[in-house]
């Protein structure tokens, strides 16, 4: 059974900073994409980035594009989002996720909801003005 736990979110000032973790388990780690998405009060679901399995492919919304930075460490199965210059806007929870298929491309699996996903419960980022 694959489990997926996020940790590191929590309360900065606009301007900071904050790292967000993510560890998967019970699957082959470096076999599958993974990412980050995130849901803000009353709005949908959305990708934040992604990345493929060996590192080497990446995906960033437009909105976080050149202030977030998305890895992975397959040795450890773990992924991260380092994430700087946070604004108010960047408030949500934010979910870690596994794909569950291999042929996932990276752009398709952030962004296409018919790319089934293995979730995270998700950790609050709140970024105060």
């Known amino acids: 059974q694959v489990q997926v736990v996020e940790s590191g979110g929590g309360l900065v000032q606009a301007g900071g900073s904050l790292r967000l973790s993510c560890t998967a388990s019970?699957?082959?780690?470096?076999?599958?994409?993974m990412g980050w998405f995130r849901q803000a009060s009353g709005k949908e679901r959305t990708g934040v980035s992604c990345i493929s399995g060996s590192g080497g492919t990446t995906y960033y919304a437009d909105s976080v594009n050149g202030r977030f930075t998305i890895s992975r460490d397959n040795a450890k199965n773990t992924l991260y989002l380092q994430m700087n210059s946070l604004k108010p806007e960047d408030t949500a929870m934010y979910y870690c996720?596994?794909?569950?298929?291999?042929?996932?491309?990276?752009?398709?699996?952030?962004?296409?909801?018919?790319?089934?996903?293995?979730w995270g419960q998700g950790t609050q980022v709140t970024v105060s003005s």
């Open positions: 996720a596994a794909a569950t298929r291999s042929f996932y491309t990276t752009s398709d699996f952030c962004t296409r909801s018919w790319a089934e996903k293995h």
């Open positions: 019970g699957l082959t780690f470096g076999y599958y994409s």
